[in-house]
């Protein structure tokens, strides 16, 4: 279970899109459609974006979106607003029940 | 309306045990689509995943923190048990308990506590 890799820091400005990536190996992202992704704000638990892959809870804007290829999946923000600087977590299930997290990503909005 | 609470010790010593509690409500965990994972967050750095506890009362833990740690449910309490042993200064960190509802999200955390901040030190 070696945490997933994501860049550490990511910007852009209003109205932009950036995408944050988030690898894994076989035995996690690339073997299973089961990668969420959560955002952080200072001092806040996280909060539920995506899940299996692309899927996006009710309430989520259709700003942020997901996807898969091989073992890296990456979390899509369109249309950057003040409100989406925040730090990105992935996770992937990881087989047996478990789970793994990314290191977390920092999103800064020019 | 569905919450998470955890609660425990803000301040415990090296070698101690760490008991901590989850108590739920807005859903039971008898509900075979529900399961409930610990999470930690030490100052500044990523989340880990800890451990995580099935309806049917099936566990599955972290493989580096397995040998430590201890999750268990009451049903009746709605309350989720998580206890980790021989504490050190590096397990300081924000514990969370939150939910995994297959039903409407999938294998994912689709409801997090607020959060327990843990400091071990003597």
Partial sequence: QSALTQPRS???SPGQSVTISCTGTSSDVGGYNYVSWYQQHPGKAPKLMIYDVSKRPSGVPDRFSGSKSGNTA?????GLQAEDEADYYCCSYAGRY????????????? | QVTLKESGPVLV???ETLT???TVS???LSNAKMGVSWIRQPP???LEWLAHIFSNDEKSYSTSLKSRLTISKDTSKSRVVLT???MDPVDTATYYCARINDDTSGYAFDIWGQGTMVTVSS
Avoid: E, Q, R, Y
């Avoid at chain 1, 990456?74 to 369109?78: F, G, K, R, V, Y």
């Fill in chain 2, 26 to 28: 807005g859903f039971s």
């Fill in chain 2, 84 to 86: 980790m042993t021989n």
């Fill in chain 2, 13 to 15: 010593k090296p070698t």
């Fill in chain 1, 10 to 12: 990511v910007s852009g």
């Fill in chain 2, 44 to 46: 500044g750095k990523a």
């Fill in chain 1, 74 to 78: 990456s979390l899509t923000i369109s």
């Fill in chain 2, 20 to 22: 901590l509690t989850c």
């Fill in chain 1, 98 to 110: 478990t789970s793994v997290f990314g290191g977390g990503t920092k999103l800064t909005v020019l």
